[in-house]
Nanobody
Framework: QVQLAESGGGLVQPGGSLRLSCAAS????????VGWFRQAPGKEREDAFC????????WSEDYLKGRFTISRDHTGNTVYLQMNNLGPENADIYYC???????????????WGRGTRVTVAS
């Protein structure tokens, strides 16, 4: 059973960058779709804004494609979300999940991390 842990969140100035990590233990991520989700405090979790596999990634919002980048390390244990040119609209708790379906719906993901908070403020 794969366990996930997000890290890399924190406080960043507007226009700054953060690199989030989704690290797996008890297995690798190579056999799973990996989704990234965001959730505002007190709100329901949104659908995945990015789905990644070993061959590529799909983005639900076109403008993110120019500012955010997905990569995987050579071991297949970690997925990285590079977030550039951050603004207040990006200030949320970020989660990663894994599943066997290519889906943006949270109900289709089997394993989750506990989240990492991103704060954008001057």
């Amino acid at each position: 059973q794969v366990q996930l842990a997000e890290s890399g969140g924190g406080l960043v100035q507007p226009g700054g960058s953060l690199r989030l990590s989704c690290a797996a233990s008890g297995g690798t991520l190579t056999g799973y779709a990996v989704g990234w989700f965001r959730q505002a405090p007190g709100k329901e979790r949104e659908d995945a804004f990015c789905l990644s596999s070993k061959t590529g990634a799909t983005w639900s919002e076109d403008y993110l494609k120019g500012r955010f980048t997905i990569s995987r390390d050579h071991t297949g244990n970690t997925v990285y979300l590079q977030m550039n040119n951050l603004g207040p609209e990006n200030a949320d708790i970020y989660y990663c999940g894994t599943g066997t379906l290519w889906s943006v719906k949270g109900r289709d993901f089997n394993y989750w991390g506990r989240g990492t908070r991103v704060t954008v403020a001057s």
